[in-house]
């Protein structure tokens, strides 16, 4: 998939304007960290790459590059050289390559298990073989060497067989992965064991019950480990599910009417502006607008709101979301790529597979881990062998285990016995999957719940980011403030007037303007069901007012409406008691409106853009969890301190008449200061410092430029959401660093454990079975401490201060 991002322009963000790409590859045959990082490594060494980051659990690698540097095919054809196939994600946005990748996990994860029936089918014939070691029973078949021989044998051909040549192509690359150490740990004890039976004078002794052992316990690991990394991205899998298959087509019904039967065709197919109709029950097949019908629509998966919503014609519908109570019929505005859910699907997929800068470390440690694991496994055999043994050889008979006694093994052979097991110890217990999977596996539970509660978030940077936030900067009008202005008062100046007469007068002088104090005056006028007056004469001037020629109790009079220069420049006297109120009203953050009929005012309009109702608890709630919460809005000063009130904000937290420029300076200033910023902001003119914030928030109510800058979309135009965000961002980023303590605590504790360093004080040692469940557990663990944060989810988030 290739996407052409264009930039903002260097006088809005005041950077260079630059043209790039972004290349989507789907990668399969990444076993552990190692590999992420070789196919990084591979990927970065292309000419025209930016940067390239790998996604472990998804399986995607996001690719960006300078426009027409370099193509999806040759980008792919270097990953697959390097060993793991890859294929460019197409771009017709019908959501089949993640219907694919789900379909692929389920076929993988019934393979899997058959794979694990097998070895543990025969690790239980290896088990029952050896129970004649403890006296207990004795099968003659079973336990005969060469019936042993053969179900090792049968372990590395079938189950595990995966294991293996991924294993030496890896070694052949020079690029060793997990599967390289697991292999060499099994094929070692294996063909130590060949080696024995074959050579019997030699004295060895026959092990095969540990490659047997080891594959079992490895893969059952592994189809656990699968399983809870497929319930990971259960959010991502639901929003693919989601994708309407079919839609039924119908004819213009304005001229075919409503009750069409209609043509079942593939939702991908339809266009934009064609018809359909959706019956009660279904999904919505389209992004699209009602025509006719009424209905009740299940927006969850949207907004994370369970209530239903009322759609009546005029009203938007999204595609995916489900028709309850009525069938609509609906003309389609966008379609495949170009719906909301399709963007919703691509921001989680793009979240899930950035990373956090805090993998950076385990990063650089994975791409070095397995060759330190070899050259550890190779100082271990030699120290066993060479020094050891010889300086503590009572600790020979700890080291061979149970499964050893009553066998006579010479010195020398028992000695190689011992260091041979510990080695392959050594490298079956070191697990880079569990520092390879710490992150992603977060993010991926992270951002598939912010998905399901209206919170899209951009990537793994931005969870971090967000969790080092200390201040919250808002936009005041559309993002604080509802965004369209609405009539708050009504004063009578003329003692034969209602308020009904003044909202009608204004109404009928405003009808011939587009002015957003208009639209209030008008919106006022409708909510009374007032009609409109017989008026002609019309004359408009910009920044002062608008007056007309008024029909008012059959008598025809000039009714005019402006501020208080344009009554004065009309010699219309104020007396001081209008002044006052007018005063009053301007100083709580209002606009007035003034009235005049003939030669005399006789009303005042108080109009205002109202504060959200979540509003103060919002910035309450924030300022309460220690966050410094400032406001930037280009209105003035008045507007501003009434605001500022309203939100129990000193006045030194709110910036007035500051103009885009000057909020991308504003973030600028704090950011100097030592602050990691977050700004939300909805329209057009904040697009520039949302773009310069640390953490940019946008409602999804917001302009599409708002957005598409944004680093957070709260789908619920609802405030509570940037609370939610935080809490959710703090709880990923906790699930994070508890997975990267526990993947480094277990590879410094297991690590020397599996080299014997116990033995010689305690006679403790791990046989290569007991390493490959613990590397086993170790990466399974690390999977469901990340699922842990869904379990608890309703726990974290009711614990916002709403």
């Not at 099994?186 to 039976?197: H, I, K, P, R, T």
């Not at 009553?406 to 097991?421: A, I």
């Not at 402006?562 to 953050?589: F, S």
Request: glycine fraction near 8%.
């Amino acid at each position: 998939m290739q996407v052409l991002s264009p930039q903002l322009s260097g006088s809005e963000t005041g950077l260079e304007p630059f043209s790039r790409q972004t290349i989507v590859l789907n990668v399969s045959g990444m076993k552990c960290a190692g590999c992420v990082r070789a196919v990084e490594s591979r990927l970065a060494q292309v000419d025209g790459v930016r940067s390239a980051t790998v996604n472990l659990v998804t399986e995607v690698a996001v690719v960006e590059t300078e426009t027409g540097a370099v193509t999806a095919d040759h980008l792919a054809e270097q990953v697959t050289q390097a060993g793991f196939a890859a294929t460019p994600r197409t771009n017709e946005g019908d959501g089949d390559d993640l219907t694919a990748w789900v379909e692929a996990k389920r076929t993988e994860q019934q393979q899997q298990g058959q794979r694990l029936g097998v070895a543990i089918a025969l690790l239980i014939l290896s088990t029952i073989g050896h129970l004649h070691h403890f006296g207990w029973l004795t099968i003659p078949v079973l336990s005969d060497l060469w019936f042993h021989a053969l179900l090792a044998t049968g372990t590395l051909a079938f189950p595990a067989r995966e294991i293996l040549v991924d294993g030496w192509a890896g070694m052949r690359r020079l690029a060793p992965n997990m599967n390289t150490l697991v292999a060499l740990g099994s094929g070692s004890a294996y063909l130590a064991s060949v080696v024995a039976l074959v050579f019997p004078g030699l004295g060895w002794e026959c092990f095969f019950d540990e490659p047997v052992m080891l594959l079992a316990f490895i893969l059952l690991g592994r189809t656990l480990e699968q399983r809870a990394r497929y319930q990971a991205a259960d959010a991502l899998r639901s929003l693919v599910e989601l994708q309407p298959a079919v839609a039924r087509l119908i004819s213009d019904p304005a001229t075919a009417g409503v009750a069409q039967t209609g043509v079942e065709v593939p939702a991908r197919c339809l266009q934009v502006g064609e018809w359909v109709q959706v019956l009660p029950g279904e999904k919505i097949s389209a992004d699209g607008t009602v025509v006719s019908g009424q209905s009740t629509v299940d927006e969850s998966m949207l907004t994370g709101e369970s209530m239903p919503v009322l759609k009546q014609p005029g009203d938007s519908v999204t595609a995916g979301t489900v028709n309850q109570s009525g069938a609509i019929a609906l003309q389609v505005t966008g379609t495949g790529q170009n719906t909301v859910l399709a963007q919703m699907i691509r921001l989680v997929e793009t979240a899930q597979s950035r990373k956090a800068p805090i993998q950076r470390l385990a990063d650089v440690i994975s791409g070095y881990f397995t060759y330190g694991v070899l050259t550890l496994a190779t100082l271990t055999f030699l120290f066993w062998y060479f020094v050891g043994l010889h300086l503590w050889p009572s600790v020979m008979d700890s080291a061979l285990g149970m499964a050893h006694m009553g066998h006579t093994m010479t010195h020398t052979s028992s000695t190689l016995l011992v260091s041979l097991k510990l080695a392959i110890a050594v490298m079956v217990v070191a697990c880079p999957c569990a520092l390879g999977l710490a992150t992603p596996t977060a993010i991926l539970v992270g951002s598939g719940l912010g998905a399901e509660r209206g919170l899209l978030m951009r990537g793994g940077d931005i969870l971090e980011t967000t969790y080092h936030l200390d201040t919250v900067v808002f936009d005041k009008t559309g993002t604080l403030t509802q965004g369209q202005p609405t009539v708050t008062a009504i004063h009578i100046l003329a003692d034969d007037l209602t308020k009904a007469d003044i909202v009608q007068l204004a109404a009928t002088v405003e009808s011939g303007t587009r002015h957003p104090l208009a639209k209030a005056i008008h919106q006022a006028a409708t909510a009374r069901e007032l009609d409109l007056l017989p008026a002609d004469e019309f004359d408009t001037q910009a920044g002062l007012g608008v007056v007309a020629q008024v029909t008012w109790r059959e008598t025809v009079q000039p009714c005019a409406l402006g501020n208080q220069q344009w009554l004065t420049q009309r010699q219309m006297v104020l007396d001081a008691a209008v002044q006052d109120r007018a005063k009053a009203l301007a100083e709580a953050g209002q606009t007035v409106v003034y009235v005049a009929l003939g030669d005399a005012v006789v009303g005042l309009v108080a109009i205002a853009d109202q504060l959200r109702p979540e509003a103060a608890a919002v910035v309450a709630a924030l300022q309460n969890r220690g966050l410094q919460v400032r406001v930037l809005t280009g209105d003035r000063k008045e507007v501003a301190g009434a605001i500022a009130a309203q939100l129990n904000l000193n006045p030194d937290q709110i910036t007035a008449e500051v103009s885009p420029q000057g909020k991308v300076d504003a973030i600028r200033q704090l950011q100097a200061e030592g602050h990691t910023v977050a700004l939300m902001g909805d329209g057009i003119n904040d697009a520039p410092a949302i773009a310069q914030a640390d953490v940019g928030i946008s409602l999804h109510s917001g302009t599409d430029i708002a957005m598409e800058t944004a680093d957070v979309i709260l789908m619920q135009n609802d405030l509570t959401g940037v609370l939610d965000t935080l809490t959710l961002s703090r709880a990923t980023f906790n699930k994070i660093r508890q997975n990267l303590a526990w993947a480094f605590a277990y590879n410094l504790v297991a690590i020397p454990l599996a080299a014997g360093v116990l033995l010689p004080t305690a006679g403790v040692s791990l046989s290569p079975a007991a390493a490959g469940g613990m590397m086993a557990f170790s990466s399974v663990a690390v999977v469901v401490n990340s699922l842990l944060l869904r379990l608890c989810h309703r726990e974290i988030l009711s614990s916002i201060d709403r």
